[in-house]
């Protein structure tokens, strides 16, 4: 069973940073595709940003040139920078990694909530 554990979510103002980590139990190696989804209130959840064990990103068009993923692989952790944050980035954000083999399966983390207001 995978464990992944996010942490870093805060109350920030608007144009502030922040920085969500999300560790995972095991080598970040057996994973095909890790990512941050983030769900607001009343709203379905969504992809914000992904990144394949090959190195591709993938992010969504709203954070596109204000966040950044990012893995260490030897803390097996994924990480993902926030900067000039709106309100509009409010959300919990979850972490997920997936394997394909030798079953397609998804680990998501409990999620950590990030909150931008003045």
């Known amino acids: 069973q995978v464990q992944l554990v996010e942490s870093g979510g805060d109350l920030v103002q608007p144009g502030g940073s922040l920085r969500l980590s999300c560790s995972a139990s095991?080598?970040?190696?057996?994973?095909?595709?890790m990512g941050w989804y983030r769900q607001a209130p009343g709203k379905l959840r969504e992809l914000v940003a992904t990144?394949?064990?090959?190195?591709?990103?993938n992010y969504a068009d709203s954070v596109k040139g204000r966040f950044t993923i990012s893995r260490d692989n030897a803390k097996n952790t994924v990480y993902l920078q926030m900067n000039s944050l709106k309100p509009e980035d409010t959300a919990v954000y979850y972490c997920?990694?997936?394997?394909?083999?030798?079953?397609?399966?998804?680990?998501w983390g409990q999620g950590t909530q990030v909150t931008v207001s003045s």
């Open positions: 095991r080598s970040i190696f057996s994973f095909n595709t």
């Open positions: 990144l394949t064990r090959d190195g591709w990103t």
């Open positions: 997920k990694m997936s394997v394909r083999i030798p079953v397609a399966q998804d680990y």
